[in-house]
């Protein structure tokens, strides 16, 4: 197919789940006109779930309650306004919605924009392929190369890329033979996962956090009915979320804004949590108080700060900011209880195939190793971040180009203040190349949720809009 002229101002987004969505539909909302085409190159038939709200099973719900869950930077309660209107909502409207719902609700928004141009002039089109390459042009443009033969001239260029599989769990050096064992799942999220696991069968889970919940919950609606263990460094699980109607606790970043240091931040922490529990306040409220100001706390702390962090309280942080629904911390204790589900502290350092079965060497400081035994191992351990070891064409084309640099905490992708990729040389990549989503970890440290995703799509909406401004074609 050959090249768009110059004269057709596209931009394509690479990735159709939650962020490259939400970039779209800002894009159809900045002021115009803008006579321009987005090309949303994205391989499932419906674009705008994504993988993380494809799934279809009932049970696998929201960790965040409908009123912070707008595609709309501008309009909070859109969503929760939207599932007032479901079937879902005819007994009232549900404390955490299905995720399979809210995907529901994001391919609606956007099969809305994909059937008509947007009255800034914005045109969407839906590319059910992906894409391979994007190599410089003469002209400044990108060659968006898709695996379909098409090729897209791009004035900008945006990786929505999302997550990526865990990496395996053991050593690199250390055998690794496991990884072609039939009962070895290294995506929890990969089609048929699940469907491979008789009801009989025993099951090992890396990592307790809200991955290994959701495939605790497809498991035990599937009939699943054998011993499930549960492999966590510290063998902590995810929080439990307060009742609704919990009081608000101010904010308190002003006497933050000038700590560089994270012991710093953690003193007025702890004393806030001492300050909120004699007024009655529980800790969720005065963590929650932190959350618009998170990536500027981030951003505040120096490399070696922020590598401290990493190392010493990021679990606990995880564990305590991403927490999981009443109901699901529930059944977890229902299956602790009769039997089912066994949590074991420690990490995985081999996985050895024995004939059918994998056996699970575990360590832990001042103990000698243990093994468990299972047909089934899954790896639910948390997304790779590290750019420099995705084996995906696009990325591989553009590290390989100098365009495309892993931050230096190994999180996602260098980038400037607007999220456009600095190269190997650390300036501006040419050619229009930004991203947004899981790849600005390095940026904001959490970079994953909704309220924290939406605002970067407005943002970079107006960037891109704003570009466009500039180098309009003649």
Do not use: K
């Amino acid at each position: 197919m050959p090249l768009p002229t110059a004269a057709v101002y596209t931009i394509t987004i690479v990735g159709g789940g939650f962020a490259g969505t939400a970039l779209a539909l800002h894009l159809t909302r900045q002021p115009g006109p803008l006579p321009i085409e987005v090309a949303l190159v994205e391989p499932r038939p419906a674009p705008g779930p994504g993988l993380a709200y494809s799934a279809p099973g009932p049970e696998l719900l929201l960790n965040v309650r409908p009123g912070n869950l707008s595609v709309w930077a501008d309009e909070p309660d859109h969503f929760a306004r939207w599932l007032a209107r479901q079937p879902e909502a005819a007994g009232g409207l549900p404390e955490f919605a299905p995720r399979a719902t809210y995907g529901r609700y994001l391919a609606q928004e956007l099969a809305a924009a994909l059937a008509a141009s947007a009255p800034n002039g914005v045109r969407l089109r839906h590319y059910a392929t992906t894409a391979e390459a994007a190599h410089l042009l003469p002209d400044g443009r990108r060659a968006v190369q898709l695996a379909d033969g098409r090729t897209l001239a791009s004035h900008a260029t945006v990786l929505a890329l999302g997550n990526f599989p865990p990496a395996p769990p053991t050593a690199p050096g250390t055998s690794q033979h496991y990884l072609h064992h039939p009962g070895y799942h290294p995506d929890p999220w990969a089609p048929g996962t699940l469907a491979r696991i008789g009801p009989t069968e025993p099951v090992v889970l890396i990592g307790a956090g809200l991955t290994t919940v959701d495939m605790l919950l497809a498991l035990h609606a599937q009939g699943h009915r054998a011993p499930v263990h549960v492999v966590a460094r510290r063998g902590r699980w995810p929080a439990v979320h307060g009742p609704a109607s919990l009081p608000a606790y101010p904010s308190f970043y002003p006497a933050l804004a000038t700590e560089t240091t994270v012991a710093g931040v953690l003193r007025h922490v702890r004393r806030h949590l001492a300050e909120a529990a004699a007024q009655g306040i529980g800790w969720r409220a005065v963590l929650d108080a932190l959350r618009p100001d998170l990536g500027h706390i981030w951003a505040g702390w120096p490399l070696a700060e922020q590598t401290r962090f990493l190392r010493h309280l990021a679990g606990r942080w995880t564990q305590a900011r991403h927490r999981m629904a009443p109901s699901h911390a529930a059944l977890l204790a229902e299956l602790r209880a009769c039997g089912q589900l066994h949590t074991q502290p420690g990490r995985v350092v081999e996985l050895v195939p024995a004939q059918g079965q994998l056996r699970v060497g575990i360590a832990q400081p001042g103990q000698p190793q243990r093994w468990l035994e299972a047909p089934h191992v899954v790896c639910c351990a948390g997304p790779l971040l590290d750019y420099g070891r995705l084996a995906v064409p696009l990325v591989q084309q553009l590290r390989a180009a100098g365009c495309l640099t892993p931050d230096a905490l190994r999180l996602g992708i260098a980038t400037d203040a607007s999220g456009a990729l600095l190269g190997a040389n650390g300036q501006l990549s040419a050619g229009g190349l930004f991203t947004l989503g899981a790849s600005r970890r390095s940026t904001y440290f959490e970079s994953t949720a909704v309220p924290e995703l939406r605002q970067q799509a407005a943002a970079l909406a107006q960037v891109l809009a704003g570009r466009y401004r500039q180098h309009r074609p003649a």
